[in-house]
């Protein structure tokens, strides 16, 4: 019999250190990007209300972990989903389950990670302000860790509603709520998106030159149009992004011509390959989510649950 350390909502978000969490996520991304890391493309079954995914991965000196997430339609929110689920750390070495924790904060913080990292990597050094597209969970995330790291740069938040624009705004010192998506786009450096979109939400033509996207969020279809896509520089946390067909790949990368390059993010990282080669170039970093991403979260917050005393030890 073996023991299980479980850990509720509030404490996985607890857990989730920021700076911790961007550090283990650009070390995952690195040896995605080195294919060092073990982890088969995600799969779904889909009931009448949305999908179940299952993302198993190992990620040398991070270690071994699965995420069970199901993505449903909110009815009494249409166009909105919900990302609920499971993350169960394992010891790499004798196979040992040792945590139990909640996918939602978890998956939120490691998303906003990798789009702020690929942002850093990719951006303008003079890529303020900044543009948040989308008022839902991981938008709220992507805010928050933005004001976690870097509270001065101004961030415009748009969406559809505009009580909920102003209370993501609200999550970060220098926040503002835009009038539109089109307001925040135009003139931003960085444009971050976080929606649950089944179509475009961004113009290629409200896109300043030299901007960077990061594009986190079509689940369920593209929230980019295909001339950002065309005219891009294309970067994703792996190849897969563009060679394997939804949940595992991305909406907007399907059917690329064989000579459009995705360059993996962790290659950009750790000097292997170029990102941006001037300031007018249009990059764009397109997430699919990746195990690697869960497993260096997962690590995180096992490592300060542990050292703080946090969870409820259970028995199998």
């Known amino acids: 019999m073996s023991e299980i350390r479980f850990l509720d909502g509030a404490q996985t978000r ?27 493309p995600r ?3 889909h009931a009448p209300g949305g999908l179940l995914g299952a993302m198993p991965g190992h990620v040398p000196g991070l ?6 997430v199901s993505v449903f339609a909110d009815p009494e929110r249409p166009g909105r989903s919900s990302h ?21 904060p978890l998956t939120e913080i490691r998303t906003a990670a990798s789009a702020t990292i690929s942002a850093r990597a990719l951006a303008r050094a003079d890529g303020s302000p900044v543009a948040v597209v989308g008022t839902g ?18 961030v415009r938040v748009a969406g559809r509603d505009p ?10 010192p220098a926040g503002r709520a835009a009038r539109s998506i089109e307001d925040a786009v135009r003139g931003a450096g960085t444009v971050f998106c976080c929606t649950g979109a089944v179509r475009p939400v961004v113009d290629r033509d409200w896109l300043a030159v030299g901007a960077h996207i990061s594009s986190v969020g079509g689940s369920h279809g593209p929230e980019l149009d295909a001339a950002t896509v065309r005219d ?23 059917g690329l011509p064989a000579e459009r390059p995705v ?51 259970l028995s199998l």
Do not use: Y
């Open 263 to 313: 360059t993996p993010l962790g290659a950009v990282l750790a000097g292997d390959l170029p990102g941006r080669r001037d300031d007018v170039e249009l990059t764009l970093f397109k997430s699919t989510g990746h195990a690697a991403l869960d497993v260096a979260a997962a690590h995180v917050a096992h490592a300060v649950a542990v050292a703080e005393g946090w969870g409820t030890r």
């Open 84 to 104: 609920l689920g499971v993350v169960v750390l394992f010891d790499a070495v004798d196979g040992r389950p040792l945590a139990l924790m909640d996918a939602e």
């Open 43 to 45: 799969i779904a079954a």
């Open 232 to 254: 891009a520089k294309l970067f994703a946390e792996w190849s897969g992004a563009a060679t394997t067909r939804p949940p595992s790949g991305a909406h907007e990368l399907q």
């Open 163 to 172: 009580e909920r624009v102003a209370s993501a705004a609200a999550l970060h």
């Open 137 to 154: 969970a991981q938008a709220r995330a992507q805010v928050t860790l933005l004001a976690a790291l870097d509270p001065k740069t101004p």
């Open 14 to 40: 607890a857990a989730l250190d920021p700076r911790r969490v961007m550090d283990a996520v650009a070390t995952a991304l690195i040896a995605v990007g080195r294919d060092e890391v073990s982890a088969p």
């Open 63 to 68: 270690g071994l972990a699965a995420k069970l």
